[in-house]
Antibody, heavy 119, light 110 residues
Framework: QVQLVQSGTEVKTPGSSVKVSCKAS????????FSWVRQAPGQGLEWMGR????????NYAQKFQGRVTITADELTSTAYLELSSLRSEDTAVYYC????????????WGQGTLVSVSS | QSALTQPRSVSGSPGQSVTISCTGT?????????VSWYQQHPGKAPKLIIY???KRPSGVPGRFSGSKSGNTASLTISGLQAEDEADYYC??????????FGGGTKLTVL
């Protein structure tokens, strides 16, 4: 049974950074890819980037280039999203999602982590 | 990487069929057979219902089907049921190891 369990709610001030974790269980972590997708209140889904641990490579949406870093720790089967220079518009629920191998569809999703940015 | 275009809302009565369109460009939807569809109920994480344009994951009812023509992909839900009321998002591979989502469509079952 594949499960993705994310870290809890974060409250941040503008200009700070946040790091959200996503611990995977029930599969071979390094064999899969992990995307981060966010959803602002009342808005749609927005893909931010993805990492393939087996290749150690991450790719990002152009919009977030330079502000986002996605990493993975094979020892703890955990993927991370770090977003810097936070602004109020970054307030959203952040989801991690797994893709089997190098596939592009996201077959398992975490429960979501609310990041609230406010002064 | 502009978001794919979906209608903001569609509706149908129980038992009817509805189709949700997802329009992109030759750089995403039209260029690859990597279109997926997700169903999201309020307050829940998205759920994969179609991948690779027209494949259904195990456990997804056969009422859900996908297709593609040119730069437009479509999701058809046949035999609408009350529990199908949700938001639906398309997603496509967009080259250079990136993905792009559609803006989402709210399905109302009348």
């Amino acid at each position: 049974q594949v499960q993705l369990v994310q870290s809890g709610t974060e409250v941040k001030t503008p200009g700070s950074s946040v790091k959200v974790s996503c611990k995977a269980s029930g599969g071979t972590f390094s064999s899969h890819s992990f995307s981060w997708v966010r959803q602002a209140p009342g808005q749609g889904l927005e893909w931010m980037g993805r990492i393939s641990p087996i290749f150690g490579t991450a790719n990002y949406a152009q919009k977030f280039q330079g502000r986002v870093t996605i990493t993975a720790d094979e020892l703890t089967s955990t993927a991370y999203l770090e977003l810097s220079s936070l602004r109020s518009e970054d307030t959203a629920v952040y989801y991690c999602a797994r893709s089997y191998g190098g596939n592009w569809e996201c077959d398992y999703w975490g429960q979501g982590t609310l990041v609230s940015v406010s002064s | 990487q502009s978001a794919l275009t979906q209608p903001r809302s569609v509706s149908g009565s129980p038992g009817q069929s509805v189709t949700i369109s997802c329009t992109g460009t030759s750089s995403d939807v039209g260029g690859y057979n990597y279109v997926s569809w997700y169903q999201q109920h309020p307050g829940k994480a998205p759920k994969l219902i179609i991948y690779d344009v027209n494949k259904r994951p195990s456990g997804v009812p056969g009422r859900f089907s996908g297709s593609k023509s040119g730069n437009t992909a479509s999701l058809t839900i046949s035999g609408l049921q009350a529990e199908d009321e949700a938001d639906y998002y398309c997603c496509s591979y967009a080259g250079t190891y990136t993905l792009v989502f559609g803006g989402g469509t709210k399905l109302t079952v009348l």
